[in-house]
T-cell receptor
Framework: GAGVSQTPSNKVTEKGKYVELRCDPI?????LYWYRQSLGQGPEFLIY????????DSGLPNDRFFAVRPEGSVSTLKIQRTERGDSAVYLC????????????FGPGTRLTVL | SQQGEEDPQALSIQEGENATMNCSYK?????LQWYRQNSGRGLVHLIL?????REKHSGRLRVTLDTSKKSSSLLITASRAADTASYFC?????????FGKGTRLSVIA
């Protein structure tokens, strides 16, 4: 299909709530990445999937963050008990094979925790 | 954390001038990539240079890589107002994918 899509584009939630952010990668891409970006900063790596499995989740900041990719395509980033510091733009990217390839980024989900 | 560092943090030039930005890193790499981000949008891949390459061209872009100095440079020639954006380097190697803080380029018409 087209490029990487992410939904929702914006999410406002209250402190302590649970949120899910969705990423639809480019069809056929085996690798999928989640990043978050704060204002004035570069993207911060969170997790990298190769197929259905998390190849590297060392960037997840704590156990409130979890991501899945059950069928090796769509991925969901889940954040429990949100905190104001979680406010950021969450970016998803996919690539054909793995972390040595060009990544194609989605437009991001702007998460605001009040 | 092992983060790529772009330099300068901000750069302002006149349309038609060349823009050069640099990236330094600290580990062994497989490749290094440059991305552009326009305000409020996702990142767009510009160019990838492998660790065994020293220079690569793509249109008005020229990238060099010096693995002995662990540094790369991105040159944009004959800049245009549309080149105004943040530019990031990232690399893959034995660490998770990392991005620097970027260079904010402003091209003034």
């Amino acid at each position: 299909g087209a490029g990487v899509s992410q939904t929702p584009s914006n999410k406002v939630t209250e402190k302590g709530k649970y949120v899910e952010l969705r990423c639809d990668p480019i069809s056929g891409h085996t690798a999928l990445y989640w990043y978050r970006q704060s204002l004035g900063q570069g993207p911060e790596f969170l997790i990298y999937f190769q197929g259905t499995g998390a190849a590297d989740d060392s960037g997840l900041p704590n156990d409130r963050f979890f991501a899945v990719r059950p069928e090796g395509s769509v991925s969901t980033l889940k954040i429990q008990r949100t905190e104001r510091g979680d406010s950021a733009v969450y970016l998803c990217a996919s690539s054909l094979w793995g972390d040595t390839d060009e990544q194609f980024f989605g437009p991001g989900t702007r998460l605001t925790v009040l | 954390s092992q983060q790529g560092e772009e330099d300068p943090q901000a750069l302002s030039i006149q349309e038609g001038e060349n823009a050069t930005m640099n990236c330094s890193y600290k580990t062994s790499i497989n490749n290094l990539q440059w991305y552009r981000q326009n305000s409020g949008r996702g990142l767009v891949h510009l160019i990838l240079i492998r660790s065994n390459e020293r220079e690569k061209h793509s249109g008005r872009l020229r990238v060099t890589l010096d693995t002995s100095k662990k540094s790369s440079s991105l040159l944009i020639t004959a800049s245009r107002a549309a080149d105004t954006a943040s530019y990031f380097c990232t690399y893959s190697g034995n660490t998770p994918l990392v991005f620097g803080k970027g260079t904010r380029l402003s091209v003034i018409a």
